[in-house]
């Protein structure tokens, strides 16, 4: 059987050309801590997540991958069977998919052109794309209607502290559903602030 572990929890490491060699990795990452805890052999591939880096490297004898974010780069590793054994394992590089623009941000998907891969040209799903233009369509009529509430200042998220948005949040949540005595939210879920003005 093989067993790969998917999980909100990462590393960074500046080398992921050469994957038996951590020394350019942050150790004390959630990554690297949780993989030294874990059984020799239990875990075939670790795919992380969290700090937005990469990773391409064999950890404690677990192939570990993680590819930068909002979809950038995809990470790769393949295994070799014999069996129902795992008897060969090779990591490979994380694959930008679309350029940066001069700011380190990913350039629009509308101006993206990925280089081939493997020689073959990477292309969209058509059946993939059907879907996101729905759920972006439905999602913009929501996002236009009008909900009779201006905001005179804005909502400034906050990722180490109490804030006026996540007690927001937390009071929306509360409103759907009322029967609990109490709603939280964490700093990291606030994306955006919402500004000043009609909400």
């Known amino acids: 059987q093989i067993v790969v572990v998917i999980a909100h929890i990462g590393s960074a490491c500046r080398d992921v050309e050469h994957h038996d060699d951590t020394s350019s990795c942050d150790k004390g990452d959630e990554l690297f801590r949780v993989i030294d805890q874990l059984p020799p052999g239990l875990v075939d591939v670790f795919v ?10 064999r950890i404690n004898g677990i192939a570990a991958i993680e590819s930068l974010s909002s979809g950038r780069a995809f990470g790769r590793v393949d295994l070799q069977l014999t069996g129902d054994r795992v008897t060969g394992v090779t990591i490979f590089e994380p694959t930008l998919v679309c350029p940066l623009d001069k700011n380190n941000n990913p350039v629009p998907v509308a101006d993206c052109h990925p280089a081939p891969y493997e020689g073959r040209p990477v292309v969209a799903d058509a ?5 996101v233009d729905g759920a972006l369509a439905r999602a913009g009529q929501r996002r236009a209607e009008k909900l009779g509430v201006t905001l005179a200042a804005t909502l400034t998220k906050a990722y180490g502290s109490e804030s006026a948005e996540g007690a927001w949040f937390s009071d929306l949540m509360l409103a759907a559903r009322p029967a609990p005595d109490g709603a939280l939210t964490h700093g990291g879920g606030l994306r955006a602030d919402i500004p000043a003005g009609e909400l």
């Open 127 to 131: 059946r993939v794309q059907t879907i």
């Open 48 to 57: 992380a997540g969290h700090t937005h880096a990469m990773v391409a490297h």
